[in-house]
Structures are given as structure tokens and as C-alpha cells.
């Protein structure tokens, strides 16, 4: 897999860079120029932040907070930064002492090499930054020094630029940080240093006097040759799901084939309505010279169906005859329907013009549900309600005493 890794300096204008491409053997290529004169083809892309353009803070967050966005750790850091929250782009990193360890980077000049860089097709990216491609051991601090300034790793999550030094002085930020260290009990037992210029390594025993700590030269070392996996990544963008340019030429046909199928699918729809709509009109024109032809006095049909069953009971009654709509058929078809329920649990019966109310006590509701489901195979219509007149569907209306009522009607 080849990782390309580019250095961005936030405060400069994102034109030309340094880069190094490494290859699946490891060996580094290092170049610098313009960006459109970037490799292409790498599966990674590292861009690597200057040692002294990220800050790392300590605090303390909830739980929850740690996995936010960097828009919301800004407002944790604001005392700290002593800037804007929007102007600021926060990742948190992981713990150490029991304190939340934040990384703090300039949020719009991140931006302006990002939207540069996707400019020429680079939307995939990590943000790493160069003090932590430095190697690390616990209980060590690692210092990459060019002979007159460099950066400490003090921590898998901590990390500092140091101020200016000499070949017979270390620098003062060092000896600062170095004496906050002890202060805490987390003093190093040796720094170890890498030169990251040629001829630059100081007086070691110099050095080791003025800090009070043992101090090596570990060797050379250079961004641009740090292993591919060194370093804890500040944050990660996946890669933007993009059309391929040829792909829509390739999909046209598979597009007019769908748009084909859904234009006749669409017809076939219409047409299928507007059948069962005639059908639906037609039907209504039979029932109602039926219903004509049966009763040939009436003014208006509104109501074919409905009417005609009005008709039929009144000519039941004119001829001594029950309707089922009347009260003894259907207290006979409700009394059959309940009578697995207990004993006197029918507490009040009521009836007016073809509908009759129920109340019941308490019941469990698989036996309304039994109940309701036996009225309605009698050819009665039920409606549960809420003892106020409103149907309560699908479960069963409680009244407020608790009790159950329906509202039986003969369909």
C-alpha cells in the first residue's frame, strides 16, 4: 500500500509543499513543488501539521463528550485558547492522570488545504501531526532537535515545540517542562534525542547538567522516512462518494430502460383506476335502478344500499315481522357472543333506533377481543370506545370505572 505524506503549514497559503511517497517496501521519495505536481494513486494520504501549529490541553470532559465533533470540544478549551470556538479545530485523543488530553489546531487553515487538495482529487485524508511521528517509549521523552530548535514527545498523547537552544544550552521550554514533570511525579528517566538536521547533535554532557536527566543521541530522523503506521492520527475523512465520469454514459441505457418501465407501470396504474372507477359508477347505477324499481316513491337516492335497508325494515315491520336491526334479534346474537363471559358481568344494556351499547366490567382483553370477534361472525358491527362515545381502535375503551363498552349495530 503507498502512502503519500504532505506537509501543511497552516499559515501559509496552500500553493506548494513538501511531500514523500512511501512505497509497499517502505523506501520514501521524498519531493517538494507545486500542489498539482503531487503523486497520484496512493491509497493513503497523510497530512502532516507542524510541530509548533498544534497545541495539546488538559481537561476534564463527561463521557459522553468525547467522541463530539471538534465544533463542540472548541467551547470545552476556550479559557485555555483564549480565542474564538468557531476558529479552532479540537480532537480529542484519549487520557492520561485522569485528565481528557485535546489536540487544538487552526480550524480554516486546515480547511483551506483540504478544499486545495480536493481540488485536484485528494478527498481521503488523515491529519497527523509531526510530533507524534516521533518514537516513544514509556518512562523515555523523545526530542527532535535541527540544532537550534525541535519538538518533545512527552507522552503517547503529549507533545510540545521548544524555543531556541545551542549547542551548550537546552532550550528554556524544555527545562520548564521538564521541571512541571517533576513537580507531578512523571519526571522521564532520559530524553532521547534525534537529529533531524545533519552535524547537529549538542554537548550531551552539557546538556544532561543543565536538565538534570540522562539524555543519548538516538539517531537520525525525518518525517518524511517515519514508518507508516507511527503517530496517532488528530482525525480521519473518509473518501466522498463520487460519480465515476464515464459511469453516467455507461448507465444511460439502464436509465431510459427504468424510466420506460416505470412510465408504462405508471399507465397500467391509471388505467387499472380508472377500470374500477367505471366499475364502481356502474355498480352504483344498478343498485340505484334496483332500488327504483323496488320502490319507485322515493324522492332522492343518496344512499343506495343504506336505503334500501331502511326500506326493507319498515316494510318488516308493516308486515309484523322483526328486523334485524330491532332489538330482540340482536340482543339474541349479543347474548350468544358473550356467553363465556362471567356471570353479571353485563352491567348496563341500552338501546335507540338499531344500536345498542354495551357496558362491561373489567375483562381481560384477549376475551373482548374473542368476544368482539364472535359478534362481528353474527353479522352484528362493533365498535369499542372509551364510555364517551369515541371508537378507541384496535384495543378495547376503558370507561372510567374501568369498565369495558361496545357499541353493537347490525351491519
Known sequence: MRLLRIRCSLGEPPQRCEWALIGADRQS???????????????????????????????????????????????????????????????????????????????????????????????????????????????????????????????????????????????????????????????????????????????????????????????????????????????????????????????RPAVWIAGAALAIHALALAADWTMLAGEQRQLRRQMETRFRAAFPDAVAVVDPALQMRRKLAEVRHGAGQPDSGDFLPMIDKVSAGMKELPPGNLRVVSFESGRMTLELGMLDETLVRRVVARLVQSGLKVEVGSGKGGAVPPGPGRAGSGAVVMTVTAS
Request: charged letters at 25%; aromatic letters at 8%.
Open 29 to 251: 521519495a521524498p519531493g517538494e513543488g507545486r500542489l498539482a505536481e503531487l503523486p497520484r494513486g496512493a491509497e493513503r494520504v497523510q497530512l502532516v501539521l507542524p510541530a509548533a501549529e498544534v497545541a495539546i490541553t488538559r481537561t476534564r470532559l463527561p463521557p459522553a463528550a468525547r467522541r463530539r465533533a471538534g465544533s463542540v470540544l472548541a467551547y470545552a478549551v476556550e479559557e485555555e485558547t483564549l480565542g474564538q470556538p468557531e476558529a479552532n479545530q479540537v480532537s480529542w485523543l484519549g487520557t492520561a492522570g485522569g485528565a481528557d488530553l485535546l489536540a487544538v489546531w487552526d480550524r480554516q487553515g486546515l480547511k483551506r488545504w483540504v478544499d486545495a487538495l480536493g481540488g485536484i482529487g485528494i478527498n481521503a485524508y488523515e491529519v497527523h501531526w509531526e510530533t507524534f511521528l516521533l518514537p516513544w517509549a514509556a518512562g523515555e521523552w523523545s526530542l527532535a532537535w535541527n540544532g537550534r530548535e525541535g519538538f518533545v514527545r512527552s507522552g503517547e498523547f503529549e507533545g510540545a515545540a521548544t524555543d531556541c537552544g545551542d549547542r551548550e544550552s537546552p532550550p528554556m521550554s524544555l527545562r520548564l517542562l521538564l521541571d512541571e514533570a517533576r513537580k507531578s511525579g512523571a519526571a522521564p528517566a532520559s530524553i532521547a534525542l534525534y537529529a533531524a538536521a545533519p552535524d547537529c547533535a549538542p554537548d550531551m554532557d552539557a546538556w544532561q547538567r543543565a536538565l538534570g536527566v540522562s539524555a543519548w543521541v538516538a539517531g537520525q530522523w525525518d518525517w518524511r522516512t517515519a514508518p507508516a503506521d507511527a503517530g496517532v492520527a488528530l482525525m480521519q475523512e473518509r473518501r466522498r462518494w463520487r460519480v465515476a465520469p464515464g459511469l453516467l454514459a455507461r448507465l
